[in-house]
């Protein structure tokens, strides 16, 4: 009893050990053969039931068995090959689950395509033979089938990074599904195109009509080829309404069918166009630069109102322009907020798992600074996920001078920036590439920056501003704590990298090395003491507010308030006193012209 089960155990575990895995890439290559052979079975089987073609005879016969053997090995296959489930999602191993799934699926089909009906029968009705062939169409629609494509490239780009691969599925998908409609519709048009001759060459309708389409055109004059051609250009000017008038339907039967073909095609070009205008809106939502051209280009005219209706310098818009191109295309969440309706009805572990997965490259890359080893688990990474702001430097660009304000932290993530300072009219400088980050140490201690940042090559960057980078990690002092700790650290590191940077300058420049006293003199000097003197010019206005006591300077006001209404008085009574005197001086004057009257009356007498 005990040597039965092991038998059994020792017979599954070698059925087991048989089972192919759904991301086996020699398998996933062997389905893109089938896939194309499947389409070749189906355009042939077509051709060969309307234009009575016979393949042994034209000598194929041998391609033909190719094709049988290889649709037989890939029945085998099916009955070891990992499955999804539909409704679960998960891979399903267990043999007689997928021999079960199989039976019941695909099994039939693939059996009836392959099974060579004409050997056994022997019969000498070749058509009605082939028309067993025609099974494998449905089996066709795997070749149209995107879940089957999208499994067939998550193999083939299993090795490449995770936002690569992000991109190339996307891409790809979208791709495809432009040339899958264009396939639906020539496989439709080279369908019709065959059963339309089959109906016409074999008068199917019984119609006494005694033109048809296949005597009107003579096409039993013409090659098999050009019948083909001449069909299909039939076909898909009726499916396409268009009709030009050169080939038409001769008998009543005919052109009932040609009605049914053109209802067919005002159907089947809606979904083919619905569509088509699908695919491309939605790859400029997921991969394209959104188009916002439109809105930018109305918020700049606006800006023209200010500037008396005169237009923006070309360059000026030419950079904007360039800036926000770029800005879109690289927002990674440019079709995401945090209020977005999808991303509120998820679980809080769900959205964090969504947003790690979308910025896991980030995050890795500049776990130095984002510590995402020590606290993945935390809600931060998610909400500064939604700050990161591409950006841009040309090769030559200045991002910082010295004692400049630094109001964002840059993380970089291709080309190379060149970090220097003076000495003695030349630039000393150093070089950092991709993963390198700057501008935290500032921010956390409120310095200015003390170096010349300047992009070497083109720079393509992410940039965390300064106002929401502190709101954020304020709100976990644990991750701050360690940040401030580790920038400090880094930041006396980069000071001995600089120093070490001018040792060597100074050494090309003179042929020997300064003692480390004087090199760390030097570098004071140059870069140190220059920073803190900026900083003090600029402080000094503040500074010398702190010194004045607030008491005094409401007193000082008060009193300026009140000589101002003295003064206003004093105005105010000295107009008054110069119009009481003007009017003074006019009861004198008239008093004089009155005494002078008065003495020249005398004189006259």
Known sequence: MMDHHEDEDANRSLIQRLIISINNPYKSIFDIMILVLIGYSCITTAYYISFDYDPEAAGHIFFENFVE???????????????????????????????????????????????????????????????????????????????????ILEVLLENT?????????????????????????????????????????????????????????????????????????????????????DLTPQS?????????????????????????????INYDKKLGVVDKGSDLQAWMTSL?????NKPLPKELVKQIDEHFKFFWKHDRLSS??????????????????????????????????????????SSFYYQIAFEFLPRKFEAGESILSPGEDIQEIYFILEGELKIGFMYEGE?????????????????????????????????????????KFLKIVEQYPEIKSKMVSNSFKYSKEMTKAMINTL??????????????EELQKLFQENVQDKQKNQQADQGRGRDMNKNVDPKKLENISQRLRNTDDGLNVLLSQIAEYKQNVGKELEDIAQRLENIKMKLIDKKEK
């Open 427 to 467: 630039l000393v400088t150093r070089f950092f590439g991709r993963g390198y980050y700057f501008g935290d140490y500032h921010i956390f201690s409120d310095n200015k920056a003390e170096y010349i940042y300047q992009a070497n090559s083109y720079l393509k960057t992410l940039a965390l501003p300064k106002y």
């Open 69 to 151: 053997i290889s649709f037989a090995i890939d029945i085998i296959l099916r009955f070891f090959h990992e499955y999804k489930d539909n409704e679960t999602f998960e891979v399903v191993s267990d043999f007689k689950k997928i021999v079960k799934n199989y039976l019941t699926t695909w099994f039939i089909f693939d059996f009836i395509a392959v099974f060579p009906f004409n050997q056994i029968l022997n019969s000498n009705d070749a058509t009605f033979l082939r028309l067993f062939r025609a099974v494998r169409l449905p089996k066709f629609l795997r070749l149209l089938d995107v879940s089957k494509f999208d499994q």
């Open 336 to 377: 995401l907020t945090p209020d977005d309706k999808y991303l509120k009805i998820m679980p809080k572990s769900l959205r964090f798992q969504l947003i790690k997965y979308l910025f896991e490259d980030i995050f890795q890359l500049f776990r130095g600074f984002l510590l995402i080893k020590e606290f993945g688990d």
């Open 503 to 516: 040792k060597a300058h100074l050494k090309k420049k003179t042929g020997h090395d300064l003692p480390q």
């Open 161 to 245: 990074s995770r936002q690569e691969k992000m991109n190339y599925l996307y891409a790809s998908k979208y791709i495809y599904k432009v040339i899958r409609l264009i396939i639906i519709a020539i496989t439709l048009t080279y369908f019709l195109g065959c059963f339309w001759y089959y109906i016409t060459a074999n008068n199917v309708f019984n119609d006494d009509a005694k033109v048809s389409f296949f005597k009107a055109y003579n096409l039993d004059k013409y090659p098999k080829i050009r019948r083909l051609i001449m069909c299909c250009y039939f076909a898909l000017t009726t499916l396409a309404t268009v009709g030009y008038g």
């Open 304 to 308: 023209s109102k200010f500037t008396s």
């Open 252 to 280: 009543n039967a005919e052109k009932i069918f040609g009605i049914l073909i053109m209802i067919l095609g005002v159907a089947f070009f809606s979904y083919i166009m619905g569509n088509f205008n699908d695919v491309l």
